[in-house]
């Protein structure tokens, strides 16, 4: 079974900063790409950035310029640092590793942002 941990989520206040980490599999993390989507409530789950064994990254439009993710190869690990969080970001945010047409999913952590 493999696991996804992902841990960082929490309490903020609108223009703070929380960074979410997410370690995988070495087998996994190596080959397979990585994102990171969110799930407000009453809404569906989106794709907030992602990042593939390449480095190249791509972002959801309402977080460019805010959010970074990055991938640490050594720790098998990958990090979403979330920077002038506001409100609307609040939701649960998910680990998630996809390789051709595969995936598999962390258990999410809370993220939210209070104004």
């Known amino acids: 079974q493999v696991q996804l941990v992902e841990s960082g989520g929490g309490l903020v206040q609108a223009g703070g900063s929380l960074r979410l980490s997410c370690a995988a599999p070495?087998?996994?993390?190596?080959?397979?790409?990585m994102a990171w989507y969110r799930q407000a409530p009453g809404k569906q789950r989106e794709l907030v950035a992602d990042?593939?064994?390449?480095?190249?990254?791509k972002y959801a439009d309402s977080v460019k310029g805010r959010f970074t993710i990055s991938r640490d190869n050594v720790k098998n690990t990958v990090y979403l640092q979330m920077n002038s969080l506001k409100p609307e970001d609040t939701g649960v945010y998910y680990c998630?590793?996809?390789?051709?047409?595969?995936?598999?999913w962390g258990q999410g952590t809370q993220v939210t942002v209070s104004s």
């Open positions: 990042i593939l064994t390449t480095g190249k990254t």
């Open positions: 070495e087998m996994i993390f190596r080959i397979w790409r």
């Open positions: 998630a590793a996809h390789r051709k047409g595969d995936a598999y």
